[in-house]
């Protein structure tokens, strides 16, 4: 089956800095990946979804200047958490396109902001 | 409007047993597909199983099946002989309209199952 990487699979940041994660598909080009964001003991909840040679498309509410999601290549789509705070911290968790009938994710990013 | 509801928020089952895990969507769109995810607490996302919403058959992967019943849009998850390992979060999912590169998958909010010895 297809493999996304994401990387890294937890970073510590300090408050007002920016920090990016990246996904990459591995063995597949991906013209669109989708990220996600998960809370503790929440569900996962679509952030925005990413395109290639083109600008992100984001879900209602969420900042568009606050999480820039670039996608730079059919291989790669990052998510950089622009002056990150505390209550940025979560589970950041990329996904490629369904292949045939599933859709695959990345390993995640915890993300704490101290 | 909600569209993928699963009540139960946690559940213990005894090792062997066999477990049911609810799943009810909602969509007006007659082309859709449902996925089952695992999620231990490692935080990856295990796909366990799909069902199209055109296919007769009802899935089955190993243990794993998928009771689906079209006209109460429910697609329960049905998990045979339990394993220790089977405890983590379990996530139904749907993706709504015919598959392309841009489909997004949106998911309820799971449920945690936890196997006793």
């Known amino acids: 089956g297809a493999v996304v990487s994401q990387h890294p699979s937890w970073v510590i940041c300090k408050s007002g800095t920016s920090v990016k994660i990246e996904c990459r598909s591995l063995?597949?080009?991906?013209?669109?990946m989708f990220w996600y964001r998960q809370f503790p003991k929440q569900s996962l909840m679509l952030m925005a979804t990413?395109?290639?040679?083109?600008?992100?498309?984001?879900e209602q509410g969420v900042e568009k200047d606050k999480f820039l999601i670039n996608h730079a290549s059919l291989t790669l789509s990052t998510l950089t958490v622009t002056s990150a705070h505390p209550e940025d911290s979560s589970f950041y968790i990329c996904?490629?396109?369904?292949?045939?009938?599933?859709?695959?994710f990345g390993q995640g990013t915890r993300l704490t902001v101290v | 409007a909600q569209k993928i509801t699963q009540t139960q928020p946690g559940m213990f089952v005894q090792e062997k047993e066999a477990v049911t895990l609810d799943c009810t969507y909602d969509?007006?769109?007659?082309?859709?597909?449902l996925f089952w995810y695992k999620q231990p607490s490692s935080g990856e996302m295990i796909f366990l199983i799909y069902?199209?919403?055109?296919?007769?058959q009802n899935a089955t992967e190993g243990r794993y099946s998928l009771n689906f019943q079209k006209a109460r849009k429910s697609a329960n998850l049905v998990i045979s002989a339990s394993q220790l390992g089977d405890s983590a979060m379990y996530f139904c999912?749907?993706?709504?309209?015919?598959?392309?590169?841009?489909?997004?998958?949106?998911f309820g909010s799971g449920t945690r199952l936890s196997i006793r010895p």
């Open positions: 063995d597949f080009q991906a013209t669109t």
């Open positions: 969509t007006s769109d007659p082309s859709y597909g």
């Open positions: 990413s395109n290639e040679g083109s600008k992100a498309t984001y």
């Open positions: 069902q199209g919403s055109y296919d007769q």
């Open positions: 999912a749907m993706r709504e309209g015919r598959y392309s590169s841009a489909s997004k998958i949106i």
């Open positions: 996904s490629a396109p369904i292949v045939r009938a599933e859709a695959f």
